[in-house]
């Protein structure tokens, strides 16, 4: 049912040359959307979304950023203008007007350098993986929240038809009672209760109304759209009441600590605090460059004074080639607490990911405990519907003999309607525990 159209597993070109959620979903007013439909469309339309993706997208950037230093630098300048000035001379300053255009074109590629680059390379890669985790867990927790509010707008919609049941039962009691006051068979007081129950009746619907148009509101924002959108749900029946878990719950945490993408994205934080170390110790050691330049310079040279006085042109080519080393030798300390300071990232960084783990098992726990509770809840509210089922025929049969009156008739209906509702609001329980448990292995469901 739930088709992930837009790549939840990542790989490192999975945003080469693609700065765009690939082809996203649109809202229509006029479609009728299943939950896999709203699931697509909230995965591509959610603000989270949406924001780790791009965020991802700029990790990806970085990591292509930190390769840039393996390549040349290759630069090219111009200066041209015209100055006047003097040179000193024993009889007096020789006086000159220049005029003068030069271009110059430089490389610059750095030979050695311990591991800097490398290390760069290293921890870019690092957190452009961790982005990617990030952005397939922000997935998953759209997904649940998706469902949740599906879910409880699906048990608000089945109060609300139990609620407009319950009122058209009441509706005809009172009718009934009203005809046998007027025959004389029944009392004023009973006809009072039965309007009493008709108005009880109407408050409830009421409430039942707006909490389902407030649900709607809360799915429509989980989704990525205004909440006064005109979202059209495709009509379904009511889901199935239960199905048993198939795994126990050390397999379903072993199975969370190897794939939840939060944890690798820790992970990958501690493989970027390594690489952060690394770089920093390579800053002990120097930096060996190979550098070139070319120049030509076209000039006018007018002398006012001196032996050399007159009009001159020329132009020169010159060029040159160097080796370069450069080695700090002392910086105050500077380069020594860097390292510490990168080491002790690199251990909170370890600390987190244990922590991390540990709340993996606690959440893993409690969502299939949380499960099994609910599906049993389940169980006990469809034989609550069951016994008020039987209840609201026996009170029909004893109506219909002469032996009880229209108001046990109504008494009945209403624990039907109230049975029902608990039963959709435990259905609607045990459907969102399901998908917590999905989201705290670290899967979503199909």
Do not use: H
């Given at each position: 049912m739930i088709t992930l159209a837009i790549g939840?597993?990542?790989?490192?070109?999975?945003?080469?040359?693609?700065?765009?959620?690939?082809?996203?979903?649109?809202?229509?007013?006029?479609?009728?959307?299943?939950?896999?439909?709203?699931?697509?469309?909230?995965?591509?339309?959610n603000p989270k979304t949406r924001a780790a993706?791009?965020?991802?997208?700029?990790?990806?950037?970085?990591?292509?950023?930190a390769r840039g230093p393996y390549f040349p630098k290759v630069g090219a300048a111009f200066e041209g203008g015209v100055d006047k000035w003097y040179t000193p001379a024993i009889p007096a300053p020789n006086v000159f007007t220049r005029q003068q255009a030069t271009t110059v074109l430089s490389i610059e590629y750095l030979l050695l350098d311990f591991g800097r680059r490398a290390a760069d390379v290293s921890r870019a890669v690092a957190l452009f993986d961790a982005a990617g985790f990030v952005y397939e867990r922000k997935l998953q927790e759209v997904v649940f929240e998706i469902q949740r509010r599906y879910f409880a707008h699906e048990a608000a919609l089945w109060k609300e038809r139990a609620g407009a049941s319950l009122l058209e039962f009441a509706k005809t009691a009172e009718q009934t009672i009203e005809m046998e006051v007027q025959n004389g068979l029944s009392a004023r007081p009973e006809l009072l209760r039965a309007r009493k129950d008709v108005l009880d009746a109407q408050y409830e619907l009421e409430a039942a109304h707006a909490l389902v148009r407030n649900t709607l509101g809360e799915l429509c924002i989980a989704v990525g759209i205004p909440a006064n959108s005109p979202l059209i749900?495709?009509?379904?029946?009511?889901?199935?009441?239960?199905?048993?878990l198939r795994e126990s719950a050390g397999k379903l945490i072993e199975s969370a600590l190897t794939s939840r993408p939060d944890l690798a994205a820790r992970a990958a934080d501690?493989?970027?605090?390594?690489?952060?170390?690394h770089r920093a110790e390579a800053d002990f050691f120097p930096e060996v460059k190979l550098e070139g330049n070319y120049?030509?310079?076209?000039?006018?040279?007018?002398?006012?004074?001196?032996?050399?006085?007159g009009t001159n042109a020329a132009g020169i080519n010159g060029y040159g080639g160097f080796i370069t080393a450069k080695w700090g030798l002392f910086d105050g300390f500077e380069r020594v607490e860097r390292v510490r300071k990168r080491r002790d990232e690199e251990r909170a960084a370890q600390e987190e990911l244990e922590g991390s783990r540990l709340a993996t098992t606690r959440d893993v726990w409690t969502s299939y405990n949380d499960t099994l509770s609910a599906a049993r809840r389940v169980d006990f509210a469809e034989g609550f519907v069951a016994s008020a089922q039987e209840n609201l025929n026996a009170a029909e049969a004893a109506y219909k003999a002469g032996l009880s009156q229209v108001s046990e008739l109504t008494e009945a209906a209403g624990q039907l309607a109230a049975a029902r509702s608990l039963r959709a609001g435990a259905v609607a329980e045990y459907s969102t525990s399901l998908a917590a448990l999905a989201r705290a292995v670290g899967t979503i469901p199909n």
């Open positions: 939840c597993l990542f790989s490192g070109m999975a945003f080469a040359g693609n700065s765009t959620i690939r082809e996203t979903p649109v809202f229509k007013e006029s479609k009728s959307y299943d939950l896999g439909r709203l699931l697509e469309l909230g995965m591509a339309n993706w791009f965020r991802a997208e700029a990790a990806y950037a970085g990591s292509r950023e749900l495709a009509s379904n029946d009511l889901p199935a009441s239960s199905s048993d501690v493989r970027a605090s390594e690489a952060a170390i120049a030509y310079s076209a000039f006018q040279y007018a002398a006012e004074t001196g032996k050399d006085k």
